[in-house]
């Protein structure tokens, strides 16, 4: 399967040979480093354009953060899940004993999901003070 064919107007025909100094060398390669969808020629075609550069920036320090966040949000979920099914049978039963053992269950998953977001808010109070502050 081949490629689509550009209209006559939109095909690069022509091509365009220049020189930088080190320093400007030094500033697209700076650039293009930001964005690795890129190579030097269509960034240099963005700019001629002037079309949007998108500059991706990537933070190592935080992989361990978002592995951590990631874990809690999959135990809020599952705590979450389990307080929906203890809901359901409490609201199938009549029984008042019945609703009050699930009454029961349901106030020890919700002091064990009370843990959980208290951490949440600690990592995010972080987050926040190292990326939001002035």
């Known amino acids: ?7 006559e107007t939109d095909a690069l025909q022509y091509r365009l040979t220049t020189r930088v100094n080190q320093k400007k060398f030094r500033e697209l390669q700076a650039i293009l480093s930001k964005n690795p969808n890129k190579d030097m020629s269509s960034l240099l075609r963005d700019i001629l354009h002037n079309r949007r550069v998108r500059l991706y920036t990537y933070d190592r320090s ?24 203890i809901t359901r049978l ?14 029961k269950v349901a106030i020890r998953e919700y002091v064990r999901i009370e843990s959980k977001i208290e951490h949440l808010l600690a990592i995010i109070t972080k987050l926040s003070k190292k990326w939001l502050s002035e």
């Open 1 to 7: 399967m081949g490629r689509k064919k550009n209209k």
């Open 90 to 103: 409490f609201n199938t039963y009549p029984e008042p004993r019945r609703k009050e053992f699930y009454a």
């Open 62 to 85: 935080l992989d361990m953060v978002m592995e951590e966040l990631a874990a809690l949000r999959a135990e809020i979920r599952a705590i979450g899940v389990n307080i929906n099914q």
